[in-house]
């Protein structure tokens, strides 16, 4: 990408404070994990309302990160695994999942728009334990796969679940029309 996907903007905002402002409308304890670009990302972002862990080495995936804010949210419930290159998302769609989990909270949440599963998840504490022993490579999929009869799939109005930007290319369609994705 050429700089951490945290600080890419768009309308104003970096994905990381478009994420954050999205999880404070629906009040819940926001745990953020930062690996390599820590520094910069911390004096560019004022993190003071959540938690905020550093990955000493992110090279070993995302799941090394994951495990970390495990640790800190080890008593909760369920946690929503939200990776920061997919920043488009409503707080409705937020609610919906949580909601869901009130009536499901032994299930695991997968939200679905038009036949296609996106992020974020949202996992019960029944598989921390899975999480723990899941392999580096594999990440949190490992569970999910590993545990087909718990999943459900959440309908939801929201196409920005399906946005992943990974390349410069998918960047600059998201600026090009951010209002797609709503």
């Not at 995936?61 to 495990?67: A, I, K, M, Y």
């Not at 009130?102 to 949202?122: A, C």
């Not at 930007?165 to 090009?176: K, M, N, P, S």
């Amino acid at each position: 990408m050429g700089s951490p996907k945290a600080l890419l903007e768009i309308e104003r905002k970096t994905f990381l404070e478009t994420l954050l402002s999205r999880y404070a409308a629906v009040r819940v304890p926001v745990y953020v994990v930062l690996g390599a670009h820590s520094a910069e990302i911390r004096q560019q972002i004022d993190l003071s309302s959540v938690t905020v862990l550093i990955n000493q080495d992110p090279s070993r995936g995302p799941l090394s990160s994951l495990l970390i804010a495990l640790e800190q949210a080890s008593q909760s419930d369920a946690f929503i695994l939200h990776p920061v290159d997919h920043p488009i998302i409503s707080e409705e769609m937020i609610q919906l999942l949580l909601s869901t989990a009130k009536r499901l909270p032994h299930t695991i949440l997968l939200p679905e728009f038009r036949g296609k599963r996106g992020h974020p998840i949202l996992i019960p504490s029944k598989y921390y334990p899975d999480l723990r022993e899941a392999p580096l490579s594999m990440g949190a999929r490992w569970v999910v796969r590993s545990n087909r009869g718990a999943n459900h799939l959440v309908p939801v109005n929201d196409p920005g679940i399906l946005l992943d930007i990974d390349t410069r290319e998918a960047y600059e369609q998201l600026v090009g029309h951010p209002r797609l994705y709503r």
